[in-house]
């Protein structure tokens, strides 16, 4: 092999820090063992650079490679999904290093680099990830550029000024394309396997689901509102109606089970939802969720076409939220529902319980309501029966088989879960339909940028109950106990025991350390808003007001208009490095020369400037011996090589100026 063609030790410092870099994100994204294997893979070659070890064979390394394969299937248990892809380009990346031997080599390292730094972009779309990501890639191109340095000169070659220079000369470039290329969807849009990790509200609900929500501090979705952002008791985020008891846990019955597709859609929900008083208008940024259904406040009308109405009336898509999704929706706050009755089945479905269990509840049901004067009296009743007696705590006791019995009659100690399941319960019992509504209840404000934020510890249950001439009606017994908990947020309805269970409890009890992650928050919140959020709805718009229409001629002209202007501003550029530098003593006699002939003595062409010097002394005595003066100095730096005399050059250059100055006319 010819001995200019081998790696050497500068470039191979380089590529394996590059390595390191690249490849640090996504450790916890690969099976740990492939991690270790890439760490003793770029020790033992470096070790090899200093003379140790020696390279395996093609046997050796074919052995090698099946070997990770088989790991990576039992890894994976067999699935071919993102991540198996991903460790599979990973397991590919690490492996080459074991033949890399010559600067082609490092080439195709580098190249498969830039395609594992894609890949951090699925697991990390904040914007540090994304400042890691630009790293990495100036980081792998620094590489190739020492690479490509003549191997005499790679000892003292430095990258990073040249990298410097490409990377400012790609910025227009990329801005251009970002803003004008159609966007076709980006790679971090693609669906990853599961949900693993992810944490937030399930499609069913039993006693102590809530509460273990109130231990993540993780962000459920953000929102802005065109307007004044609706007081805490109107924040209502609605998610899911749970319909079907089985004696332990609530779920969603046939009629509301939003993961059955175009059977979920409610067709005539025009006709039974009438819309009341104010609307607000905002716009949701949801978080991954791995569920298909969306949140919204009180009665929301979707209007993208692949976002649809359920019977409960709350929206949902067909396919689950795995990426982070912008939607924009316009809600009535207060509203009338099927007032004018439900049809039998609706009916059977909002007074289904099961055949037996909580015998004391159904019993005390049945007394109450022979004995209240309406529906409304009853429910009335129930709210100021939990409220005198019942205590809201994250630590209730655990209930046994007849749960509601236990938490009405006895423990009297819940969460929301406890107060909105035992009170659609009691409503069903006594003849009044009824059912579970979950989500989330308030949020809170950034004062830095002025959009919400609600967190899975703002997760909430409540009722509704169908009243006769007024529909379905919301109904929060967990308010009637602990009222601060819709005013002012969870963590003020709990006492000192129950908030240190709480997600972020640090972060809430120092100020200091609240307001820098709402900072935080907010500069992230404008990332993913106006970068991210840059999809093709969002284009066609910027577009369209920057080019008078949206008309696909008017963006394909702006784009080759753009990028000639762009690529002629940096062939100018480039032109003008080339030039031969003029150095700095011409550059100020040229000045004294150009000023001089604005007073009528322009210096003649091939004229010297000794030959200038003694016309300038007879057209204007007074300037002889100063201009003489200086032409000497300028000559024995110009043709001399005298540098000494360059101070004094400058320094009188400056005083002629000012004195020619003063001569102007103005």
Same mark, same amino acid.
């Given at each position: 092999m010819d001995n200019s063609s081998v790696i050497a030790g500068q470039t191979l410092k380089y590529l394996l820090l590059t390595q390191a870099l690249v490849l640090a994100p996504l450790v916890l994204q690969i099976p740990y063992w492939l991690s270790a294997l890439a760490l003793v893979i770029m020790v033992w070659r470096w070790l090899l650079h200093q003379g140790r070890g020696f390279y395996p064979g093609k046997i050796s390394r074919a052995l090698l490679a099946i070997a990770?394969?088989?790991?990576?299937?039992?890894?994976f248990n067999g699935r071919f999904g993102m991540e198996t892809m991903v460790s599979l380009l990973v397991a590919g990346f690490v492996l080459k290093? /074991?033949?890399?031997?010559? !600067? =082609?080599?490092?080439?195709?390292?580098?190249?498969?680099?830039?395609f594992v730094i894609g890949t951090q972009l699925l697991f990390y779309n904040q914007l540090l990830g994304m400042l890691y990501s630009l790293s990495c890639f100036a980081a792998v191109t620094a590489t190739l550029l020492v690479n490509q340095a003549a191997r005499g000169e790679?000892?003292?070659?430095?990258?990073? #000024?040249?990298? /410097?220079?490409?990377? +400012?000369q790609a910025v227009p470039i990329m801005l251009v394309l970002f803003l004008a290329v159609p966007r076709i969807g980006s790679l971090w849009t693609v669906p990853l396997n599961n949900g693993s990790g992810i944490t937030g509200l399930s499609d069913s609900m039993s006693p102590g689901d809530m509460a273990n929500l109130m231990q993540s501090d993780e962000v459920a979705f953000r929102a802005s509102f065109a307007g004044a952002i609706p007081a805490p008791q109107q924040r209502y985020w609605r998610a899911l109606v749970l319909d079907h008891f089985d004696g332990r846990r609530w779920s969603q019955g046939r009629l509301q089970d939003v993961k059955a597709g175009r059977g979920s859609i409610w067709q005539d929900a025009a006709q039974e939802l009438e819309p009341l008083g104010e609307r607000v208008e905002y716009q949701v940024m949801l978080e991954p969720s791995s569920h298909n259904w969306l949140y919204s406040l009180a009665l929301a009308q979707p209007s993208a076409s692949d976002i649809h109405l359920s019977r409960g009336f709350t929206l949902f898509q067909r396919r689950p939220v795995s990426q982070r999704k912008q939607y924009s929706l316009v809600s009535a706050l207060d509203f009338r529902a099927q007032a004018d009755g439900l049809s039998d089945w609706e009916r059977r479905s909002a007074l289904q319980?099961?055949? /037996?269990? @909580?015998?004391? /509840? !159904?019993? +005390?049901? !049945? *007394?109450?309501?022979? *004995?209240?004067?309406?529906? *409304?009296?009853?429910?009335d009743r129930f709210l100021r029966y939990v409220q005198s007696r019942f205590h809201y705590t994250l630590q209730p006791p655990l209930l046994g088989e007849d749960s509601v019995d236990e938490f009405l009659l006895q423990s009297q100690t819940g969460f929301c879960e406890h107060f909105a399941g035992s009170f659609v319960f009691f409503m069903r019992a006594a003849g009044v339909p009824a059912r579970v509504v979950t989500g989330y209840q308030g949020g809170k404000v950034n004062p830095h940028e002025g959009y919400l934020t609600v967190r899975q510890l703002d997760a909430h249950a409540w009722a509704e109950v169908w009243l006769a001439g007024r529909g379905w009606m919301r109904v929060d017994p967990t308010a009637a106990v602990a009222p601060e908990r819709i005013d002012r947020g969870v963590e003020f309805s709990l006492d000192d025991t129950? =908030?240190?269970?709480?997600? @972020?409890? +640090?972060?809430r009890r120092f100020a200091l350390l609240a307001n820098w992650q709402l900072h935080w928050d907010a500069f992230n919140y404008r990332w993913h808003r106006w970068v991210m959020g840059y999809d093709a709805q969002a284009q066609q718009q910027f577009l369209s007001a920057l080019l008078g229409g949206n008309a696909a001629w008017r963006s394909t002209l702006a784009i080759i208009a753009a990028v000639a202007v762009i690529i002629l501003l940096l062939?100018?550029?480039?032109?003008?490095? !080339? #030039?031969?530098?003029v150095a700095t003593e011409v550059r100020i006699y040229q000045r004294l020369c150009r000023t001089l002939a604005g007073l009528g003595l322009p210096r003649g062409a091939g004229e010297g400037p000794h030959s200038f010097a003694r016309r300038v002394a007879q057209a204007h005595p007074d300037l002889a011996e100063d201009f003489d003066h200086l032409s000497q100095l300028f000559e024995r730096i110009r043709f001399a090589d005298d540098q000494s005399a360059a101070a004094e050059f400058r320094h009188l250059a400056r005083a002629f100026s000012r004195k020619l100055s003063r001569r102007s006319p103005h």
């Open positions: 990770v394969s088989a790991l990576l299937f039992a890894s290093l /074991t033949e890399a031997r010559s !600067r =082609s080599h490092v080439y195709l390292l580098c190249f498969l680099a830039y790679q000892g003292g070659f430095k990258p990073w #000024r040249r990298l /410097t220079g490409m990377l +400012l319980l099961p055949d /037996t269990g @909580n015998l004391q /509840t !159904r019993q +005390l049901a !049945r *007394q109450w309501s022979a *004995q209240a004067a309406s529906p *409304q009296d009853l429910v129950d =908030s240190q269970l709480l997600g @972020n409890a +640090l972060g062939a100018i550029a480039l032109f003008w490095q !080339r #030039r031969a530098p």
